[in-house]
């Protein structure tokens, strides 16, 4: 069997940047625009309404990146943001069991006691109030209180609403939410401004850019070696969208959207030992196992990616006295795209998930013999938990992978077939080799064990141009000579 993972490696990791762990938080937009150029309240602000549409983004920006419409469509209910009408207050208490709001002159207390007077007006009338932030003292999230009669003090301009703090899956039992964008699709089309695009995209896409030096120990009878990574690392980031509805706490829809934007990978490793060993050997290490940046809205949509990555070896009947290098290069193409619908998965569709492989750097040092793969396998998983529902989402890779089969050579007459500028030897290593990449998406509820479906996007396996690798003794030219014409002398022919 082959021997425990090598202390080696696990160093990098501990000291793996801290802030590929921490999620971004996203803060509330205001629905009177940027705090720049923000409209000021007008008394229509206070009406009552069957839907409400509130928007999250980066704290650093003021663009939607998050999109949530509740709908109140029951005629005994209804829906109001503070945050549309707090220039018109000049106090508010919350307490326990009421909102305590006092306006700003008669005219708008005379308007809200109005419009809202409704709630008195039958037992089973009632609204939900959403507190921004700051509105409630220190709360930095958005709170929905369900209001069920008010109070009013006209000397005071004063309304008290008798008031329950609910929670977001309580309150929306039917709602539209949209995450992020992909560009191209209908939530984006809005954003004309490249600055805006690359923006949103950075607060919605998960981060791909990682770095993995390792080297782990492969022993068995007859074999000491080892596996070390010279250059091991992803680029880029997958940008994402969230599409997530439901109607009276029924399930309507969720699907989402994928796009890869820079996205590649290069392993390039080096198998060293010596020995012989005749039975195949098989192994995976895992390198790299942590949650990676997400993004929350508190109490609305939580997105958990966590990030997998392991390296596989596979030997076969070797036998090595020196080393290999081998490694390759993968990408993604920017204009590949995943749409997926978990509640219709027959409207799927997937496109240009063929990745771009291409070998470097193939380098043997002396004799061996055998079969050799390695693999990278990165495997991200997305966890989107949102109100009253939750899916997971799997991204598994195998790339790049390379399987090369070795044979090593000896010849006095040259072990390689000759190359111009290359002398010849008695020694060499011969090389046939594959190099591909695979890839595919599976989808589960959060609540249950099983896929609701996988897909495999691609399956790549593209073979090289045999190479022969000469070491060893350099065969010298020899001296050949001939008897020259009517005894001219002799003279002498290198071969």
């Known amino acids: 069997m082959l021997s425990h993972i090598s202390s080696k490696w696990i160093l990098p990791f501990l000291l793996f940047d801290i802030s590929h762990v921490l999620g971004r938080i996203l803060v509330p937009i205001h629905p009177h625009g940027p705090s720049g150029n923000r409209r000021r309240a007008e008394t229509p602000d206070l009406d009552l309404r069957s839907t409400e549409t509130f928007l999250w983004g980066d704290a650093d920006i003021?663009?939607?990146?998050?999109?949530?419409?509740?709908?109140?469509?029951?005629?005994?209910?209804?829906?109001?943001?503070?945050?549309?009408?707090?220039?018109?207050?000049?106090?508010v208490d919350c307490n326990a069991d009421n909102l305590a709001l006092t306006f700003e002159d008669d005219a708008t207390f005379l308007y809200a006691q109005r419009v809202w007077d409704w709630v008195n007006g039958a037992d089973n009338h009632s609204f939900v109030m959403v507190a921004g932030p700051g509105d409630c003292g220190n709360n930095t999230r958005r709170l929905p209180y369900v209001i069920s009669t008010i109070q009013y003090d006209e000397v005071a301009n004063k309304a008290t609403l008798a008031a329950s703090l609910s929670s977001w899956e309580a309150i929306a039992h039917s709602y539209d939410l949209v995450v992020g964008g992909i560009s191209g699709s209908p939530g984006t089309k809005n954003q004309t401004q490249a600055v805006q695009r690359r923006d949103i995209d950075k607060s919605t896409s998960v981060d791909f850019v990682h770095d993995f030096p390792f080297s782990v120990a492969l022993s068995a009878n007859g074999l000491s070696a080892s596996l070390a990574c010279t250059n091991c690392s992803t680029t880029g980031q997958f940008d994402m969208e969230f599409t997530i509805s439901q109607k009276f706490f029924i399930p309507t829809g969720a699907s989402m959207k994928i796009q890869p934007r820079g996205v590649s990978a290069i392993a390039q490793v080096k198998l060293s030992g010596s020995g012989t060993v005749t039975d195949a050997l098989t192994k995976e290490f895992t390198l790299l196992e942590i949650p990676i940046s997400a993004f929350t809205i508190p109490g609305v949509f939580d997105l958990g990616p966590?990030?997998?990555?392991?390296?596989?070896?596979?030997?076969?009947?070797?036998?090595?006295?020196?080393?290999?290098?081998?490694?390759?290069?993968?990408?993604?193409?920017?204009?590949?795209?995943?749409?997926?619908?978990?509640?219709?998965?027959?409207?799927?569709?997937?496109?240009?998930?063929?990745?771009?492989?291409?070998?470097?750097?193939?380098?043997?040092?002396?004799?061996?013999?055998?079969?050799?793969?390695?693999?990278?396998?990165?495997?991200?998983?997305?966890?989107?938990?949102?109100?009253?529902?939750?899916?997971?989402?799997g991204i598994n890779m195998k790339i790049p992978n390379i399987n090369a089969k070795l044979s090593a050579i000896a010849s006095p007459q040259g072990a390689c077939p000759a190359v111009e500028g290359q002398p010849k030897t008695t020694l060499g290593v011969s090389l046939s080799a594959n190099i591909g990449g695979s890839l595919n998406f599976a989808f589960k509820k959060t609540s249950d064990d099983d896929p609701i479906f996988t897909v495999a996007l691609a399956a790549l396996d593209k073979p090289l141009a045999t190479t022969c690798f000469p070491f060893g003794d350099v065969i010298q030219a020899r001296s050949v000579s001939s008897p020259m014409i009517r005894g001219a002398g002799r003279r002498s022919i290198s071969a």
Request: aromatic fraction near 6%.
């Open 62 to 91: 003021e663009l939607p990146v998050a999109n949530l419409t509740v709908n109140m469509p029951d005629d005994a209910e209804n829906i109001l943001s503070m945050e549309r009408f707090d220039g018109m207050l000049t106090k």
């Open 306 to 393: 966590f990030l997998t990555i392991s390296v596989g070896a596979e030997i076969s009947g070797i036998t090595i006295s020196a080393g290999v290098t081998t490694g390759a290069t993968m990408k993604f193409d920017d204009a590949a795209v995943m749409e997926v619908d978990l509640l219709h998965p027959e409207k799927n569709s997937f496109s240009g998930w063929e990745p771009i492989v291409d070998a470097v750097d193939v380098k043997v040092d002396a004799s061996i013999t055998g079969g050799v793969a390695v693999f990278l396998k990165p495997a991200l998983v997305l966890k989107a938990e949102a109100i009253g529902q939750g899916f997971e989402v």
